[in-house]
């Protein structure tokens, strides 16, 4: 369930990042249109004034374009600075949360490990102390028992040879009967706590893995997202360069022509006067 709502959270987080990189395009193809627009019927009111008033156009036709040239680069020059700012902030603060989540998995990666020794440690030492103090257990019991039959048989000491032998025989079947019973417990015992164990470390190896695939997979959504970024600013970047080179070659294509057809006329209106002279 975890994973299906961090999917979906990273999901949304994408559509929203493609609506708004989708909205800034048409924004900046709108705004590069409209300059391309007011652009061409400018050119078209300087062009049809230029026939009457060409001197005094000149001038002002010079600053004019000054002027917007001088704007245009600086909001690019504004434009390629925040870009170049963004990407810096993005990279420093990619190199920060892989420094952050590197530390993080290496405190985790210590902590873990200290408290898994530490309680490997203690359920060592506790099943230790459990095996010493059967063992002392057993021990006082048999030494118990070998005291009373002692004795017992200090008492009986006195009687036939034959009933010597018969208490002696019961007492070993009585210890060694008493001893697999004991040896049988402590085998159940020592077969449970071994399974105790390697359950409890199967959990925490499964927990451990487990957050650090939830990590790894975190780490990739980022640097797919940074890179799809990256790419979208360099389109948009090209795409105004390649605008832009447009829009000045045809200004330029302009402005040649009407120059080179003003002289044509002039050169036209000396011939003829000069024709008119010799005639």
């Known amino acids: 369930w975890l994973l299906r709502v961090k999917w979906t959270r990273a999901r949304e987080a994408r559509e929203e990042a493609e609506r708004v990189a989708a909205e800034a395009a048409k924004a900046k193809a709108e705004e590069n249109a409209a300059v391309f627009i007011q652009s061409r019927v400018r050119g078209a009111a300087a062009r049809n004034r230029y026939a009457k008033e060409r001197a005094a156009i000149i001038s002002v036709q010079m600053c004019a374009r000054r002027w917007v040239l001088r704007r245009k680069w600086r909001r690019l020059e504004a434009a390629r600075l925040e870009a170049a700012r963004i990407a810096a902030e993005e990279e420093e603060a990619a190199r920060e949360a892989q420094a952050q989540l590197h530390a993080a998995t290496f405190i985790q990666s210590h902590i873990r490990g200290k408290l898994a020794r530490g309680q490997y440690s203690a359920e060592r030492a506790a099943v230790i102390r459990a095996q010493m103090a059967v063992r002392r257990w057993l021990l006082r019991v048999k030494w118990t028992r070998a005291r009373e039959a002692r004795e017992e048989a200090e008492r009986v000491a ?9 208490e002696n ?11 697999a019973a004991a040896r049988n417990r402590y085998a159940k015992e020592r077969a449970a706590i071994i399974s105790v164990q390697m359950c409890a ?6 927990r451990k893995w487990r957050r ?3 990590a790894r997979l975190e780490a990739a959504r980022i640097a797919a997202e940074e890179e799809e970024a990256a790419r979208e600013a360099q389109a948009q970047l ?3 360069t390649f605008i832009q080179s447009h829009i000045r070659g045809k200004l330029a294509r302009g402005q040649y ?11 036209m209106a000396v011939r003829r006067w000069l024709l008119r002279v010799k005639w």
């Open 158 to 166: 006195a009687e036939a040879a034959k009933a010597k032998a018969e």
């Open 169 to 179: 025989a019961a007492v070993f079947i009585q210890s060694r009967v008493r001893g």
């Open 201 to 206: 470390r199967r959990w925490v190896l499964r």
């Open 212 to 214: 650090l695939e939830a």
């Open 238 to 240: 090209h795409a105004a």
């Open 257 to 267: 022509s009407a120059e080179r057809a003003a002289v044509i006329r002039a050169q």
